[in-house]
């Protein structure tokens, strides 16, 4: 569309390809991370659950004028975007994206696992949980061995055991009953044609499958993944899954009970339980799951209105809890005010970077909100879950009274008010592999949803060309401390903490919708989510390039800093504040969508998708 919008004002990116890592390299870095130590500190985390595979420099900001999608591949978002052409509503644009993501990034997300999604009506906030429950058989020492120390990682992934009650359809039906506009199987035509008529493997699927050393072990993914030698399948080669297709056709004509009744859920239940390393997942709890529509968390920040998830998410608390601390620590100090602290220009890869400050503050309150999350959230419908003390604003305020000049090091869980029982601390690493999509239709309705397998490829499982989840590995692998219970602990019928954000932005004066965002990327999408929301509010960014903006936090450990994108002047003046900083790589998939003026004063839309990996923003 003609005119640029004048909400946001774009930097000017350096064009810059950062080189892959060699499989070789990325293939040690897995593994390195598979080992759960027996008794881990708080400050133990786990890498990235999805490998690095580059930094592009080819992307810009998309500007449209009725509608627009935004998906981490961009046969997902032309999917998404098609979905909008024919009149379809945000939520028919992020089934379609589901189904193509199941085939072209089985890695991420997929009709086998689970999605939280957030979505506005033009009237009101709704969240709906599709996330994966415990099967009524599993129990809170599922991951311990017989010594009663907790399994090494890939020991509890692999196999049946990790497989928790598939729940994402179940949420996309309940989200299109009260909102879709299109067809129920209409929304799976391009998913379908593009089974059967094949996709092209991506660079970074490829990079992906050569990097796992568990497809081999796995028949069904091998045949699928690999040549007869063993070796990937080339990049670029077309990879065709009719029995994904069929799989398709059934759940479009049948609804969500094709998956969950009959034949295929058969196939499941065989997989899941006669594999060598078997899990109790029964036809009894696919027949019994439900996907249950959630109050949403909204909270004010500044002059906006932020809304998020709920539990079994972290997420929604802890973004929530990031803003609002940031927002008391200003309120006491305008020395600590972000707006100001802008970021600014460098010579690394992404051309910008946060300002040193702007890191430490955000970094320490992040701290303190991590802490929090190991202690008290998991599934409220289990646990008493103190949502409301966690983020009261005068909590909040007592928690950054903890933020200084220096670095606070290890922060301890704080006493908000409402706490009925006494947790111990979850020390179990999290690892949970995500995909995000974002839309917007042209009544203005939003959606943003994070849909999950947990880790790269799931429990590896295939049924019928797509792979179930190994999502109950986002339980605590340890059930109690000292006597005392961990309240995300293995429970029949519980969901698993989650990190995920799914992130809907208002302005508070007119209650106007304003921007979707969210992001895959483990424990650290609370991270992404808090540094692309604080670019787009604080520091007026467009959405790529608070997308693009350097990854940087903390989880309550080190002070961490995207691998490659940060000086030396910021490493130096975070060390001397008293940071113990480590440079990774943060394989976040941001994407958003922001509601901004044209030229001419009139409504727009301005989309942006993550450089670290293969995402488009398409509208018109």
Not at 19 to 48: E, G
Not at 181 to 199: C, H, S, T, V, Y
Not at 212 to 227: K, V, W
Not at 526 to 555: C, H, M
Request: aromatic share 6%.
């Amino acid at each position: 569309m003609d005119g640029v919008p004048r909400v946001f004002s774009a930097f000017h990116l350096s064009r810059y390809r950062l080189s892959a890592f060699s499989l070789i390299a990325t293939a040690l870095t897995l593994a390195a991370c598979n080992t759960l130590p027996s008794s881990p500190p708080v400050s133990t985390l786990p890498v990235a659950p999805e490998i690095a595979s580059g930094y592009r420099t080819d992307l810009q900001t998309r500007y449209a004028s009725k509608h627009m999608a935004a998906a981490a591949n961009p046969l997902a978002a032309e999917a998404g975007r098609k979905m909008l052409r024919e009149g379809g509503s945000a939520i028919d644009a992020a089934i379609a994206m589901q189904a193509v993501l199941t085939l072209v990034e089985p890695q991420s997300s997929g009709i086998g696992g689970g999605a939280l999604i957030v979505l506005w009506d033009g009237k009101a906030v709704r969240t709906y949980d599709g996330r994966e429950t415990a099967p009524a058989g599993a129990t809170e020492k599922l991951f311990l061995q017989a010594d009663g120390k907790p399994m090494p990682f890939t020991q509890a992934q692999i196999g049946g055991r990790s497989v928790g009650t598939p729940g994402v359809l179940r949420a996309l039906e309940l989200a299109h009953q009260k909102h879709g506009r299109l067809p129920w199987a209409k929304l799976f035509e391009p998913a379908i044609e593009l089974a059967e008529q094949g996709f092209t493997i991506s660079p970074r699927l490829h990079q992906l499958v050569a990097a796992d050393a568990f497809i081999q072990r796995s028949p069904d993914m091998a045949a699928y993944f690999l040549n007869a030698d063993g070796s990937p399948k080339a990049i670029g080669t077309a990879l065709k899954n009719p029995a994904l297709a069929a799989v398709f056709k059934r759940i479009a004509k049948e609804g969500p009970d094709a998956l969950y009744k009959g034949p295929i859920a058969n196939e499941i239940i065989a997989k899941v339980q006669g594999h060598a390393n078997p899990g109790s997942l029964s036809l009894s709890d696919l027949q019994g799951y439900k996907a249950k529509e959630r109050a949403p968390l909204c909270t004010d920040y500044k002059r906006w209105q932020v809304c998020g998830m709920p539990p079994p998410s972290s997420g929604g608390i802890a973004v929530a809890q990031i803003l609002g601390t940031l927002q008391a620590l200003e309120s006491r100090d305008p020395r600590f005010a972000l707006a100001p602290l802008k970021p600014l220009k460098t010579s690394k890869p992404a051309g910008i970077e946060p300002a040193p400050e702007a890191v430490h503050l955000i970094a320490e309150a992040e701290r303190l909100a991590y802490a929090d999350r190991a202690q008290y959230v998991a599934d409220a419908d289990f646990v008493p879950v103190p949502v409301k003390g966690l983020i009261d604003p005068t909590y909040l305020t007592r928690r950054a009274a903890l933020i200084g000049d220096r670095s606070m090091g290890l922060a301890k869980p704080g006493t908000p008010p409402g706490i009925r029982v006494a947790y111990a601390p979850d020390r179990s690493p999290l690892r949970i592999s995500t995909s995000q999509v974002v839309a917007v239709d042209d009544s203005g309705g939003a959606v943003s949803m994070t849909t999950t397998v947990e880790a790269a490829f799931g429990s590896h499982l295939m049924v019928q060309g797509f792979l179930l989840n190994n999502q109950m590995t986002d339980f605590s692998f340890i059930p109690e401390e000292n006597g005392q219970k961990v309240a995300n602990r293995v429970e029949p019928g519980k969901r698993p903490r989650s990190s995920m954000a799914p992130t809907l932005i208002f302005d508070r004066q007119n209650g106007e919708f304003l921007a979707t965002v969210g992001s895959p990327g483990g424990s650290q999408i609370i991270e992404y989510v808090a540094k692309s929301t604080i670019g787009l509010l604080d520091w007026n960014l467009d959405p790529q390039a608070a997308i693009s903006l350097p990854n940087f936090g903390s989880r309550n450990g080190p002070t961490e800093l995207e691998r490659e994108q940060f000086s030396e002047q910021l490493i130096q003046a975070l060390k001397d504040k008293g940071h113990n900083v480590n440079e990774i790589d943060m394989t976040s998939g941001t994407q958003a969508i922001v509601r901004v003026r044209d030229a001419q004063g009139k409504a727009a839309l301005a989309g942006g998708a993550d450089p670290r990996r293969e995402g488009e923003a398409l509208g018109d």
